[in-house]
């Protein structure tokens, strides 16, 4: 983001009139979602976390959306966890080759 950008988020923050804690805690949950997108993953965090506020003060996502993506990817991260930890046992299981 340039300064430009930053002097406009720092504004839509100062006018936020919400509360101010609930909005960080949404943009550090959605900055750790962003984070998992290829277009964010070899970003720095705290342009990641501007980004997320940035989207959160600018109505691009609201707060029943950033929870509904946590879950999602949440509940895919489980099902992928739990498919490897299934695939190892079936390994361990196999005869040994030589």
Known sequence: MSLKNDQE????LTDFD???YDVVVLAS???KELKKKPEFRNQPTS???KEALD???SNRITKDEILQVA???KAAEEKAA???RLEAERKAKEPMKL
């Open 47 to 49: 342009a990641v976390i």
């Open 71 to 73: 879950v999602t990817n």
């Open 55 to 57: 989207a959160i003060l």
């Open 82 to 84: 739990e498919e490897a």
């Open 18 to 20: 919400g509360d101010r």
């Open 29 to 31: 949950r959605y900055a």
């Open 9 to 12: 988020l720092a504004a839509k």
